[in-house]
């Protein structure tokens, strides 16, 4: 079984940074792709950075030039550092991973952390 656990959420004022860790374990878990969605109450869940597996970013035009996304696969690890926080970006942040498909910002991946939560006051 995969298991995913993010970490580093917490409070800031508005144009704080952040860094979202996620760590992934299991006997068989083999990283390839994997990205950063949110939830905001009311919201649906929205991809905010993925990576595939040649280190290819792609960012939702809301974050772009604010996050950036980040992997050790080495420690199976992904990162999410977060720059130039605005109280829109409060959110439960969640990360996910898929070792066969390419998901990118869609939410077809097959393991799912339970999400670490980030919230931005003005």
């Known amino acids: 079984r995969v298991q995913l656990v993010e970490s580093g959420g917490g409070s800031v004022e508005s144009g704080g940074s952040l860094r979202l860790s996620c760590a992934a374990s299991?006997?068989?878990?083999?990283?390839?792709?994997m990205g950063w969605f949110r939830q905001a109450p009311g919201k649906e869940r929205e991809g905010v950075a993925s990576?595939?597996?040649?280190?290819?970013?792609s960012y939702a035009d809301s974050v772009k030039g604010r996050f950036t996304i980040s992997q050790d696969n080495a420690k199976n690890t992904s990162y999410l550092q977060m720059n130039s926080l605005q109280p829109e970006d409060t959110a439960m942040y969640f990360c996910?991973?898929?070792?066969?498909?390419?998901w990118g910002l869609g939410d077809g991946y097959s393991y799912w952390g339970q999400g670490t939560q980030v919230t931005v006051s003005s």
């Open positions: 996910a991973a898929d070792s066969l498909i390419p």
């Open positions: 299991g006997d068989s878990y083999t990283p390839y792709f």
């Open positions: 990576l595939d597996n040649y280190g290819s970013p």
